[in-house]
């Protein structure tokens, strides 16, 4: 008798500022499908977006963000419970630093007093996640460890276990976006040391990966919603047709350019330069302390697609530029072929939360 494969089944749900998306994957005899997946966007309930500009928290209540998730899952017949919710990077604080040589029972205890020095939040309103990223041989050839050190305010987490508990959902894990684009992007043998740009809706956040570790995450108030404003106030333009005129021209400057080509490009570049410029500033540091070059850089989030973005980036910082693509070694029907492509870069946090659950 004929006996299938049990398979495994885990949700990755990422709470955008403009959207919420949540991808299923399965695994079934050692090969990782894509089950399902679904996206709401905030206007489409609501006339305000999912998470504020002024504080680091959800906006809406909890309530009507888990009306927004349920209605996703229910219009496309998702059954699986056990779920990794993604925590924003504005949301999070990442600092890293040393300690000198220890045992390991005493590096929590070291890590919180070290940690008092560097968070300009009381410690009893966080919790704290770490890691140890490097055992560094100074000239004194005494090994000190470099810890990287990742807070979240504990009402952010208060919030997201809340939701769950109302969806009924089994909580597996709450993460940094950041780990979800390492995981889904990066591959396990990677030994390139790799600049991951995110450019989301509401900042851009540049990270540096050595050897599939995270050495430093910083994030800027430059994003996507920053590029349509711009446009549309440049231009006298509605937000969504200015948000169509971005997708559409982008900064791709080609010999027989149009009026309207021409302006859309005027406005982006300086923006587009400044997360250049900023990205710069961080690999720049990371060279001065670590001595190591950014042998490639991954573009991610929906700006990603910009038409002209990854020939910009390439003339300027002179190495590879790759456009994120989640779904790459993940299994899927061919027909969705040219829908995930465009989808890659904007669900690679959802798609590295789902991955967790196979960890």
Known sequence: MFLPFASKKFLGIDIGTSAIKI????????????E???EISATALYQKPFRTFEKSTLLLSTEEIGKAIKAVIEEAK????????????YS???????????????????????ARRHVPVPLNELTLDWQVIEEKIPEQK?????ILLVAVPNEVISQYRSITLDLKLELLALEAEVFGLLRSLIEKDEKKVIGLIDIGTRST????????????SHSFDISGSALTERISKGLSLDYEIAEDFKKKYGILSTSQIGREEKNVIEILTPLIDMIIRESDKIFKKFYLTERKEIEKIILAGGTALLP?????????????????????????????????????PSYAIAVGMALRGFE
Do not use: H
């Not at 991808?23 to 894509?34: D, M, Q």
């Not at 998702?78 to 925590?87: A, L, M, V």
């Not at 956040?205 to 430093?216: N, Q």
């Open 23 to 34: 991808v299923e994957l399965a695994s079934r005899a050692g090969r990782i499908k894509l």
């Open 36 to 38: 399902n997946y679904g």
């Open 78 to 89: 998702i059954r699986t419970k056990k779920c990794t919710f993604s925590i924003p990077d």
């Open 92 to 114: 999070t604080f990442f600092t890293n630093f040393e300690l000198p040589p220890m045992t390991k029972e005493e590096i929590p205890e070291a890590i919180r007093t070290e």
């Open 142 to 146: 005494v090994a000190r460890l470099k």
């Open 205 to 216: 956040t540049c990270s540096i990966i050595d050897k599939r570790a995270l050495k430093t």
């Open 308 to 344: 002209g973005l990854v020939e910009y980036f390439q003339d300027y910082f002179k190495r590879e530029i790759e456009i994120a693509n989640p779904f790459r070694k993940i299994f899927y029907s061919p027909i969705l072929e040219e829908n995930l492509k465009e989808m890659g």
